[in-house]
């Protein structure tokens, strides 16, 4: 070590020692064997994945907009740091799922009031609406590592209300659930990281009315650039999706869903432009249906939106534009 | 918890029937409370997030629950 501590003595206090026997640049970049200690996997402290619901968060964001036709008004109060209240306006057209290829819309009209009280350990959300639905979701930490979640929508009409309890377990490299529904539904999922880049997961649910059952395996690998996720169930869905993040400010997205039964395929592209003032994403589909979602932020705490569809087969031209106050 | 789902429809009632009288006491009474509990959340929830959060700290005052600013 006495050669190496008058050689440190010379060269400035930053740089480590130099090998007694390095010549000019050799001497001054850190030793390689460093950035291969770095690179080098530690398999037993592999990162924690992502929950299983959401495997394909980020091609849900960019691809999957709230896309409205009307007019949208939300306005958020916060009473204080865990509590607020909302008050939403919407007026417009909603769409009614029917069996024929044409789109059956009905003009509706509600007012929602919400309130919320988020805290670290429990998230209590509820909104009710002028015909007496109430959307609930209840999040409560039992332990550190052991979540509940409740999720309902409770109507006036009888047996038309739904309810979810879940059960959420996170290990140090995996997570599980356990979840149960109306209508006798159970279902259970677990993920696990591989490694630093890749997790693996799967799921089984059964349907006690219809004595259906079902099984589904996903996986996910990403990088700080990439993510790419593809899932498979019995139900004879495969879906893959892909996402790149271009750059701070940009990400592209696509997405393919292939049905096995119905033999059905859907693609989808988009961009998710997230800019200082705006965020905007738009998106084109296989079925020739195009969409835009614009929110613009005009002051502290207000947002204009503008969301747009375009579905060219049906002949279906949807816009909407709307306001957000508060946070 | 699984107890606690029971099934909404009457389907079920007619096998039910043969399991004797109290695997038949203890599905009524699960049905009914469900029924109950289901009214108790659809009127109470949005009132238990209020009364949890009015009494969180910093307390905030009534007026700001009813004023629009």
């Known amino acids: 070590m006495g050669s190496s501590v008058s050689h440190a003595a010379a060269s400035p206090p930053s740089i480590p020692p130099p090998p007694p026997h390095a010549v000019g640049l050799a001497g001054v970049l850190p030793p390689k064997s460093e950035e291969k200690s770095e690179k080098k996997v530690d398999w037993l402290n592999l990162p924690c994945p992502v929950p299983f619901e959401e495997i394909q968060r980020e091609a849900l964001m960019s691809l999957k907009p709230e896309l409205f036709e009307g007019l949208r008004f939300d306005f958020t109060k916060g009473l204080n740091q865990k509590f607020s209240l909302s008050h939403s306006v919407f007026m417009g057209s909603m769409e009614v799922p029917s069996q024929s290829s044409d789109t059956i819309k009905v003009p509706t009209a509600h007012y929602e009031f919400g309130a919320n009280f988020l805290d670290p350990k429990l998230m209590l959300v509820g909104r009710v609406l002028t015909d007496g639905r109430l959307n609930a979701r209840v999040k409560c930490d039992l332990s550190d590592n052991l979540t509940l979640k409740i999720n309902a929508q409770l109507t006036n009409e009888p047996h038309y209300s739904q309810g979810m309890f879940n059960f959420d377990y996170k290990g140090k490299d995996y997570r599980s659930q356990f979840q149960i529904g109306n209508n006798a539904f159970y279902g259970a999922n677990y993920i696990q990281s591989v490694s630093p880049h890749l997790s693996l997961g799967s799921e089984v649910f059964w349907l006690g009315h219809q004595r259906k059952s079902g099984v589904g395996f996903a996986a996910r690998y990403d990088t700080d650039k990439m993510v790419a996720t593809g899932q498979v169930a019995s139900t004879g869905i495969v879906a893959l999706s892909y996402v790149q993040k271009v750059s701070e400010k940009v990400s592209l997205a696509s997405d393919f869903m292939y049905n096995l039964m119905t033999r059905d395929v859907t693609s989808s592209f988009g961009y998710d432009y997230i800019l200082r003032q705006c965020r905007l994403r738009g998106k084109i589909d296989s079925a020739g249906c195009v969409a835009a979602y614009l929110e613009e932020r005009l002051n502290m705490g207000v947002n204009f939106i503008l969301s747009a569809e375009i579905n060219h087969p049906k002949k279906d031209y949807k816009f909407g534009f709307g306001m957000t106050v508060g946070e | ?69």
């Open chain 2, 1 to 69: 918890m699984a107890s606690r789902v029971s099934s909404k429809g009457k389907g079920k009632a007619g096998r039910g029937a043969e399991d004797g009288p109290t695997a038949r006491f203890v599905k009524e009474w699960s049905t009914w409370t469900m029924k109950k509990a289901k009214v108790i959340a659809h009127y109470g929830f949005i009132p238990l997030i209020i009364v949890i959060g009015m009494n969180s700290e910093p307390k905030p005052h009534l007026s700001q629950l009813l004023s629009p600013v």
